[in-house]
């Protein structure tokens, strides 16, 4: 027969072997399914902001492909699908990892800003895509230097940190061609 205290301390032992293996943190703090520790609601609203600009991006870039005049548009149009496509993929598998999913298609004001660029082609399309990519990546700069200061979880920081240069370089690429075709 177990003694009292080494029953009770067994008990206590399975209890909390239980509790943590149904995604429950028995020190008060909130974890996924997966046990691990949930995003703060900042880092969760940055994740999803993210995964739909990155959707945005990818999306237009394809428009591009079917709508614009200038090859400088076309090959911008087509790095963005690669490069976006890219990083889509790494912030989703991230989020994953903290019991998080990511939007997998467009919200309401993401679609209109495609629904919009859809009724252009030719000059105007290349001005009008352009002139949005400019904007997005200024924005995109501006969330993921905040995120890769802010974010509590640190694989979110560093993942905003690495993908910083890629989204610079967009930001200048964006600048320059549309420099080229805002005068056409």
Sequence with gaps: MLKPVLFTTMLAAFLSASTAAQGHDTTGGQTTQAGKAALSKADREFVEEAALDGLLEVRLGQLAQQRAASPHVKRFGQRMIDDHSAVNKRLAELAQQKGELVPRELDKDHREKVD???K???????????SEMVDDHEDDV???????????DADLKRFAVETLPKLREHLAMARQIHGK????
């Design 116 to 118: 919009e660029l859809s």
């Design 120 to 130: 252009k082609t030719g000059a105007e399309f290349d001005r009008a895509y352009m």
């Design 142 to 152: 501006e969330d993921f230097e905040k995120a890769s200061k802010e974010a509590k």
């Design 181 to 184: 075709v805002k005068g056409k």
